[in-house]
């Protein structure tokens, strides 16, 4: 009778200390701090942008694989020159003022394409074959092809600035890339420059504080080295030992086919809990 008694209590106990949780709206981060000394505990609360929303800010995405021509377009419609276009309508302007039987046989859209919609939405516009040195010192956005894994891609180059190309990607979001590495990538040396006129361009593809945080992954590794040197430690401790591993290889195990190591130090690791 006492046991159970005992049971009942511990259990309405736990009831009682049980709280209902609410859904929080989308887009805070909640922290509790227990102030101990039996006060309630405290929560704050921050306010944070969704990476997937910050990754393709102010950027059309590609609503088909064929379509990256028509989304870079959009994009510099939209967050640069200000016109409240969507992907389709800017799609069928292509396909009415553009080489149909072209578009159709390489499913996809080209500069020309480009160039005759503009023009007949009264926008000044034109293809160049440009240097890197050009498009540094080009005030506007420009669409430009480059090369991914043997597929041709537009993208829209939004400026260059520290070394570095930023770049609005309609299948990938906002990119950032070394100047060498855009060099490789870039098909042809065009772009494709559409130019306000008499329209205030907007600011829609200009540089945020947030997009200049790119680290490269040398100093990333150096902050994480300074801010967990034990954690360091040890994976450099367990490269070694599966280093000194592979070295106590048999030559009769490397002759079927063990992984073996030569001519490194020999320096074993062994870390007390």
């Known amino acids: 009778m006492v ?3 005992t049971a009942s209590v511990l259990f309405l106990n736990l009831l009682l200390g ?6 929080h709206e989308q887009g805070l981060v909640y922290y509790g701090f227990d102030n101990s000394n039996d006060k309630p505990e405290k929560f704050f609360f921050e306010e944070v942008e969704p990476y997937s929303e910050i990754k393709f800010r102010n950027i059309v995405r590609q609503a088909y694989d064929y379509s990256c021509g028509s ?14 276009f969507q992907e389709r309508q800017v799609m069928e302007g292509l396909l009415h003022y553009g080489e149909n039987e072209r578009i159709v046989e390489r499913r996809g859209f080209s500069m020309l394409d480009m160039k005759r919609l503009v023009t007949a939405l009264g926008f000044p516009a034109g293809g160049f074959r440009a240097e890197m040195q050009d498009l540094i010192d080009l005030d506007h956005p420009a669409i430009v092809p480059i090369q991914y894994s043997g597929f041709k891609h537009f993208v829209v180059v ?8 930023f770049i609005a990607d309609p299948s990938k979001g906002n990119l950032t890339f070394t100047i060498d590495r855009f060099k490789e990538a870039w098909d042809q040396n065009v772009l494709f420059v559409v130019f306000p006129g008499d329209t205030k361009p907007v600011d829609g593809l200009e540089l945020r504080e947030e997009d200049l945080r790119f680290i490269d992954e040398q100093t990333l590794s150096l902050q994480a080295f300074q801010e967990y040197p034990d954690y360091f430690d040890m994976r450099q401790w367990r490269v070694q ?16 086919g063990a992984p073996t190591v030569e001519n ?7 870390r007390r809990n």
């Open 3 to 5: 046991l159970v008694t």
């Open 158 to 165: 939004k400026t260059v600035k520290d070394d570095r190309v």
């Open 18 to 23: 049980f709280k209902e949780v609410e859904p």
């Open 241 to 256: 030992n599966e280093i000194e591993r592979l070295k106590n290889n048999s030559p009769e195990d490397i002759a079927n």
């Open 264 to 270: 490194t130090t020999k320096t074993l690791h062994y």
């Open 71 to 84: 989304a870079a377009l959009t994009t510099i419609l939209q967050h640069y020159l200000g016109r409240n």
